[in-house]
């Protein structure tokens, strides 16, 4: 049997959570849950954002499905989700963004996947306040961090037949950082030669996804720019309330939505859980149960391109209970 450690979450987290552990205990996967919370709902309890359980426990289980946690503001960590991925060194962030028939206004044929690099660049948190009037924060580049992401990317190519690694960058201005890491993923290029390569500067591959998205297929790149260009590319799908989301390291995994706790909307049950539910599928594909996750996606996909029982943020009136149930439905036909 495997062992997950399941995070609840701060906000709609419990919400999203349980109607997504629903879903995957409908299945029948032999998988024993490990129940144990962090946030802000913990820290209230018991004055801890991350308890010594929860560690012990991804340190055991080396898998973690989670829910959406409050960052606190002006105190305590700058966020909890950085602590994790930076004790667990859960390099790779990988958020796969899919247009589906249904959802979203403009783009129809978007599939691709996001590559950030989750350990360093200027989210290391390095800053100096030189004078009342001058500040710098320090960009962090290294050999190691950039060389794995890059094998990260290419090596899901392989593994799940995608055509092309784009590798997004600033190495015409930053020559020094990105060149860096511009340097690692060429060499590593060359190891797959069945995989096209290809490099674009940040602001022109964010222009280029708002005009042909339908071009790229996986792109890997820094930390910042990583997380601009996810952002961006989930608003091209229907949002946030549609991304999946995992933080890899060796041999660790943490699956999570990548929106926020939605306080003001938490306890109404009007959340929508398919970003967790997607997010669950990655974790499912990670351990080798992908015929269970393809069950879900495909049910999912079905629920959302029939239009019923759909959440308000898809343009439906149900709740998040009625829209997990018509998804268990669609895994019973």
């Not at 930390?223 to 989301?245: A, E, F, M, Q, R």
């Not at 938490?266 to 669950?280: D, E, H, K, T």
């Not at 990670?286 to 029982?309: C, M, P, Q, T, W």
Request: proline fraction near 3%; aromatic fraction near 8%; charge should be neutral.
């Amino acid at each position: 049997m495997r062992k997950i450690t399941l995070i609840p979450g701060d906000g709609i987290g419990p919400e999203v959570i349980f109607a997504t552990k629903k879903i995957v205990d409908f299945l029948n996967i032999d998988i024993d849950w490990e129940i144990i919370n962090a946030g802000e709902n913990t820290y209230k309890k018991t004055g801890e954002y991350i308890p010594k359980t929860l560690i012990d426990s991804i340190n055991k289980n080396k898998i973690v499905l989670k829910g959406p946690i409050t960052t606190p503001v002006g105190k305590g960590f700058r966020s909890i989700n950085v602590s994790l991925r930076k004790k667990f060194d859960t390099y790779a962030n990988i958020r796969p963004l899919k247009s589906l028939h249904g959802v979203g206004k403009m783009y129809k044929n978007v599939d691709l996947v996001v590559f950030r690099e989750n350990t360093e660049g200027l989210y290391i948190g390095i800053e100096n306040k030189i004078n009342e009037d001058k500040t710098q924060a320090i960009k962090v580049t290294t050999r190691k961090a950039s060389e794995r992401i890059a094998k990260k990317a290419f090596d899901y190519a392989i593994d799940n037949k995608r055509k092309k690694v784009t590798a997004v960058h600033k190495a015409n201005i930053l020559k020094i950082t990105d060149g860096l890491f511009l340097e690692c993923v060429r060499e590593i290029s060359k190891k797959y030669p069945s995989i096209e390569y290809e490099e674009k500067i940040i602001d022109n591959m964010c222009m280029q996804l708002v005009m042909n998205p339908e071009k790229y297929d996986i792109l890997v790149t820094t930390n910042l720019y990583g997380d601009i260009l996810s952002d961006l590319s989930s608003g091209l799908v229907g949002g946030l309330g549609l991304t999946p989301g995992a933080n890899i390291g060796d041999d660790i995994g943490i699956f999570e939505a990548v929106h926020g706790s939605a306080p003001d909307i938490a306890g109404r049950f009007v959340a929508n859980p398919a970003a967790c539910i997607l997010s669950a599928a990655m974790m499912l594909d990670y351990i080798g149960e992908k015929f269970s996750a393809d069950l879900i996606r495909n049910a999912l996909y079905k629920v959302i391109e029939d239009g019923n029982n759909l959440t308000r943020d898809l343009g439906g009136n149900s709740n998040t209970w009625e829209f997990t149930q018509s998804i268990i439905n669609n895994l019973c036909i």
